[in-house]
């Protein structure tokens, strides 16, 4: 930690230009925040890489996870974050037009403990919960879910997104368009804001 005080305090008594640009680019390069994405094609398909910068974006996301999937993952994972994204569960229903209560409560138990497992592995948390999706997604699925998801996932801060998306923001009924992502881009960033504040003064 001193080594990097001191070459913190030493880079702008540096006298070459060219040299003053690399150290710039090397001092982003180590301040810029890692953020951790965790679920399943919802995570995989967003070009987070652009609409989430500053951050250093790191997928661990795949199509067709179920939430068992996902947590197994995060409980593999071996990395650090300064900021995670948690989506998933949806999958766990896909063809199930009428899932019972028992199946819902098994979906939100495995968010529970993938939720309670980042807070060990990330700095700071955003779970997202599930927008206006249209058949053949599983519409009854997605709407007792995110009940569920209300009054039991209150530990971590929470994007509640049904009102943010809109039908216009739907690619095939639940993946999502640029516009779409956008606007998860934009209330993510501002929830990740006021809790490294710092990022406001990193390029993009």
Known sequence: MRKLVLLILLLPFV?????????????IGIFRPTLGMFGDSIMALWPAEEQLKPFVVVKNAFPVRKSSDILYSI???QSRYHACIYNGGVNDFLGNFSPNQL???????????ALTLLQGKCDHILAINFWYVEFPWPTEAVLRLNQLMKERINFVPRLDTEVMIKSSDLLDGGHLTDRGYQK???KTLEHFETRIPWIDFLPR
């Open 75 to 77: 409980q593999t994972d």
């Open 103 to 113: 199946a819902i409560e098994s979906t939100v138990q495995n968010q529970i403990q």
């Open 184 to 186: 998860l881009a934009d």
């Open 15 to 27: 006298q070459c230009d060219k040299t003053k640009t690399s150290n710039d680019m090397f001092l």
